[in-house]
């Protein structure tokens, strides 16, 4: 036996001992793929949040696994899952992808501390009077509209949410949908949501950023110039107008007002991240699709859309709200910040809007800073992770049986209080270091608008785009990052117990 023989002898038995002896590194289960291009084809076009819960069932296994090119998708099935990784794990999985202002994508590490800490102490905080009396303004506004408005209902949500959001933020208060802060805020909404929505060509392949903007498949260099000459005017245009404001003596009460006012003077770096901050403040925390025939753009109002169609598919939900607000309003005046927490099943059905088609059923995609392992399989650096929020919500050993329908009641016990063994539905919020910071001004204006409309208005006919009686049965939600109803209008009526004047008077300037 040669000496070269023996060498390469030996040197097959040590690779052969390496391959079989080394721990195995195991993705969890997910369909087969095809060479090269992996699970590519089999990314789910309609409703991929239903898709990946039947796969899981499938599998038998709450975490899932989608082979990209360039790193896999990773699916979270499961509270226990997203829990076990995203928050107990936070500081490997709350890494995201975008750009890099947007605290909500921002990769984690001291400038994320830095927003996020600043954002709470203007916006998160429970019950702020400055951001409830603009809330207050807002939906009181919208409540006017109403009753002449001739606009598709969701339009008018819109310029409610918009407006509150400006007027919170900048003291800019807007009765138009065609206002220059509101399109100047939807043209970027809709450049972050291809961002938010899944990764360009270029995250699986980053090579490809070194191509000329001129060859066919760059396309997404001349988006990000685009982007950012938004993402900057987005910023500043809306911060100067308060700055302007203020040296004329005219601002209006708002949170930039109020931290311009007590900026030290030279302190560019606070001044840079408070407008970031302000400008995602407006933006929405989780970047969202959009409706076509709509051109909408903002979670909330999808949220908002929600209670709107659950309310005229549902009259006797509605009709339980309505004397839920009644008993406690008594048709003599408008809800206002004083009723929070004091109507029950308002609560209930607030929380049952948020379970039954979470505004993000995917969340916001996550990414893994390290290698890591969760139940024996591997999760590679740079994984990206998705919270199947839709999931989480529709378990039934969670929120009982016939998770797709909507009850209030699931949240009430036997009588009609809070039910403390039903977990409240924060997942549609987010999780762990990414956990939405604008959850409390957001859930807060939908509460007030759902008691406001409540108290007002009948909510009936709802038809889809060609006029037709809607089919409850045939709901789709979009498919989009930010997921809401397919278009239907419907038809708000004054209640009868309730006069004109009560809306009129109740119109804050």
Sequence with gaps: MTSAFLALYT???AVLGFVLLKPRRRLPPGPAGWPLIGNALNIPSKAPWKVYLRWSKEYQSDILSLRLPGAPLIILNSAKAVNDLLVKQSAIYSDSMGMSWVFGLMQYGEQWRNHRKLFHREFEIEGKPAVRGHTIRAV??????LLTSKNNYARELQLTTGDTILSVTYGIAVNREDDYFIKLAESLVYALTEVARAPFLVD???VLRFLPAWIPGAGFQKKARQWERLGFETRAKPFEYVKSEMAKGT??????ANFIASLKEGDTETENVMRNILAEAYLGCRISGSVPELKLSCK????????????ALFPHVQKKAQTAVDTLLRGQRLPDFSDYGQIPYLDALVSEVLRWNPGAPLGLFHAASKDGYYNGYFIPKGSMIAPNVWAILHDETVYGRQPVDFIPERFLTEDGEKNNLVPDPDAAFGFGRRLCPGRVMGRELLWLTAASILAVFDISNPIDKNGEPFDPSKIEYTNSMSSRPPYFDCTFTLRRTISESLVLDGVVD
Excluded: E, I
Excluded at 251 to 256: E, L, N, Q, T, Y
């Design 140 to 145: 009181r506004q919208l409540l006017n509209r």
């Design 204 to 206: 699986m392949f980053p």
């Design 11 to 13: 040197l097959t038995l």
């Design 251 to 256: 601002p209006r009460p708002s949170v930039a």
């Design 300 to 311: 909330t109002v999808g949220t908002l859309c929600s209670f709107t169609l659950a309310m």
